[in-house]
């Protein structure tokens, strides 16, 4: 087990949050997240994803080390910088595949096609996220995130892993034309597609627009549902 000092309360946060989702999916199987430091509105600001193998992350005697050890850098937890998920389930890669990949962009200068976070490499889904929703009528969210000051997104983690094509056709009835949120303007419509990025509970919203009068950035955090 890592020292304290690094196995922090956020870290322990977020692997719950983790083990929560990706319970239901194919242990054999990876989560994507990514992290940077730059305003999340600016093109060059976007790194590259972390794999998550759902196997290694659900250890109860060594899941929370290994996110340690797969997230972190060689000083730091990154804790300063904004943090992506995907709710998108990858076919797993290990050691080799990683290798293969690497050898492909240093051959060709772009990522290999089944690398990244894309529709037709999810194998499944874990759930939908609905940005600032303010329907009543909708069931209670799995998880609350707060993204910003005032800004939430609400997770609902699915019972068993879906299709991509059906959870965008459930994101569909959810916020697209004709449906309730659309019409209402209770919820934000844009960017949704079953594999998008979404924020989990760690890290800062590094948005230019909020950093406060102390040069500080707000923490993303979960927010009490109960």
Known sequence: MKTASKITP?????????????????????LLLTK???????????GVSNRIHIAALLDEASGL??????????????TDCNWYMSLG????????????????YN???????DSGRSLDNATAVLGLVIDDCELDDLPTPSEIVQTSPNSQQHFY??????????????????TG??????????GDTSGNNAIRWVRPPYG????AKYLNEAGEHPNVKLVDNS
């Open 177 to 186: 034309s004709g449906s309730v949120i659309k019409s209402t303007g209770k």
């Open 65 to 78: 080390d290994y996110l340690h050890d797969t997230l972190s850098g060689r000083r730091t937890m990154f």
């Open 107 to 113: 051959k060709n200068r772009k990522s290999h096609p």
């Open 10 to 30: 956020q870290l322990e946060l977020l692997r719950n949050f983790l083990v929560d989702l990706a319970s239901r999916a194919d242990p054999n199987s990876d």
């Open 89 to 104: 389930v990858f076919p797993h890669a290990d050691k080799a595949k990683l290798a293969e990949w690497d050898a492909y």
């Open 157 to 174: 983690f699915f019972e068993q892993p879906e299709s991509v094509n059906k959870t965008n056709a459930m994101i569909g009835r959810l």
């Open 36 to 46: 940077f430091r730059g305003d999340p509105e600016s093109k060059g600001s976007w």
């Open 204 to 207: 800062k919203n590094t948005k």
